[in-house]
């Protein structure tokens, strides 16, 4: 994926501010990282083995001509993270095709040498985009190699040839690259096969868009788990989300599961990577126009980490990362600031009585924190869920809300008495009904939270303004209860 902005000086100068007080903590743990001065964007996740190699472009945000080299982060927990900075450079020349980086991925040969595949790309270049090689000993020092560069085959659109995915897949005995690209105006995700990583042969579409749109699929991935593969990608519009396919052969055909995305479009360019046991989709958060909690969702963010399970008959679905719900269990005493009268209380259970807008405000949170409990479904539901940003009056700025009316998870970035009247910002389904208890956990490091429901839905979104400030849960005109209620660091 390739993007560039244009940056106001006063937007250079925010970023600057914010990005200072980033995601690095002082006791070295994060659990949705980025760099220091800059954000992460398309993660390219490789399992050497014993540690996750993340590169990412880097969105440095500095206003250079060039932009996205690669940068690399690496974790073997899912909570510690070891930056490389910057691994493979962009070019300082503005008339090479690799003035700009774009998102591809990384493969080790039978010989122990590492290549990269990238992006290069130059927007006043005919044409502008180029699959580009690069080999290293050791991940960290990169040697280009700019003969083994190539273009689009006739058939594609050579201004969208990009995101070079590479595998070598034993069912067929070749190295196969997946690249998004487009074919008579519809988006389609190619396949190149090689026998020896450097001369690259087109095998025609593995897979046309087929989500009702024309749209690019960006980041692709193909993995096999257990006996199934899985094709991945991110449609580029109208949604933004990360979506999956199903095949039992990796030529296909790739079916559409029931729910076909893993998050709402507080969560992009997702890739898939295993190690010996767990799968797992690496993807980033974004921030927002002008760092504005109220704007719409940017470019590139924080990595965000999801870990995947299988179903019996293929299906995905999200959870946490085991790792960090292991990590942080070190229990905090939550003791209500406020409640609505109405609402009942006993220890960490707050039982809401369905009557109007109903609160229960809690402390100032802050750094990375872990909320579990249970809410059980009684008879009359309508919306209810968690609140940030609180401000004296109890009504919140940043809402995620479960609303029984649409079945879905939804982030809204309006006040709570607002919420009825407002377009969510970020949705996913979720289905429930009378009696039903949800299981959930909240994960919250940084400007960025994650809420899972029931191993069935997730929602990532991003609240500036979460940090030091009040929370609390609500209710709007549902008969609810959130038992066993707790805070973990």
Request: proline share 4%.
């Amino acid at each position: 994926m390739i993007r560039k902005r244009v940056y106001t000086l006063f937007v250079v100068l925010m970023g600057l501010m914010l990005v200072g007080c980033g995601s690095v903590k002082q006791d070295g743990l994060s659990i949705f990282p980025k760099p220091i001065k800059s954000w992460v964007g398309d993660p390219m996740p490789y399992y050497d083995g014993k540690n996750f190699q993340v590169f990412y472009l880097d969105d440095l945000r500095d206003g250079d001509a060039g932009f996205h080299p690669w940068s690399l982060l690496t974790t073997n927990n899912f909570y510690e993270y070891k930056s490389e900075g910057i691994v493979i450079p962009y070019s300082k020349n503005t008339s090479h095709q690799d003035s700009a980086l774009g998102t591809g991925s990384v493969i080790k040969d039978k010989n122990g040498l590492y290549h990269a595949f990238y992006t290069g790309h130059n927007g006043v270049k005919v044409p502008k985009e180029a699959i580009m090689h690069a080999t290293s000993k050791d991940m960290k020092n990169w040697s280009k190699i700019p003969e083994d560069t190539f273009l689009a085959s006739a058939q594609y659109s050579a201004d969208d040839f990009r995101d070079s995915y590479v595998i070598y897949n034993e069912d067929y005995k070749q190295y196969w690259m997946l690249i998004t690209t487009r074919k008579n105006n519809m988006g389609v995700i190619a396949l190149y096969t090689s026998d020896d990583l450097k001369k690259w042969t087109d095998e025609d579409v593995l897979f046309t868009n087929d989500m009702g749109s024309d749209s690019n699929m960006e980041c692709p991935t193909l993995i096999k788990y257990g006996k199934y593969w899985y094709l991945t990608f991110s449609d580029q519009w109208p949604n933004r989300v990360v979506h999956y396919r199903i095949a039992k052969d990796s030529k296909g055909p790739f079916n559409k599961p029931t729910l076909d995305y893993f998050d709402g479009n507080g969560f992009y360019a997702g890739k898939l990577e295993k190690d010996s046991k767990n799968l797992y989709l690496f993807g980033w958060t974004p921030t927002k126009v002008n760092y504005d909690d109220s704007m719409k969702y940017d470019w590139a963010g924080n990595l965000v980490i999801h870990q995947i399970n299988q179903k019996e008959n293929g299906e995905l679905y999200p959870s946490p990362v085991e790792k960090i719900v292991k990590k942080f269990n070190h229990s905090i005493k939550l003791d209500a600031l406020t409640q609505t009268q109405t609402v009942k209380a006993s220890k960490q259970d707050y039982s809401f009585s369905g009557k109007d807008y109903e609160v229960v405000t809690f402390p100032e949170i802050e750094g990375i924190n872990k909320i579990t409990g249970k809410i059980n479904i009684k008879s009359k539901t309508s919306r209810f869920g968690f609140m940030f940003d609180v401000g004296n009056d109890s009504n919140s700025a940043l809402n995620i809300v479960i609303n029984n009316e649409t079945k879905q998870l939804e982030f809204y970035n309006v006040s709570t008495d607002k919420i009825l009247g407002s377009e969510p910002q970020s949705v996913m389904p979720l289905e429930f009904k009378e009696n039903d208890i949800l299981d959930f956990t909240l994960l919250i490091d940084d400007s960025v939270s994650v809420l899972y429901v029931n191993n069935k839905a997730v929602l990532s979104s991003r609240m500036f303004t979460m940090q030091k400030h009040k929370w609390g849960i609500f209710s709007i005109d549902s008969n609810v209860e959130f038992k066993d209620l707790k805070l973990s660091k």
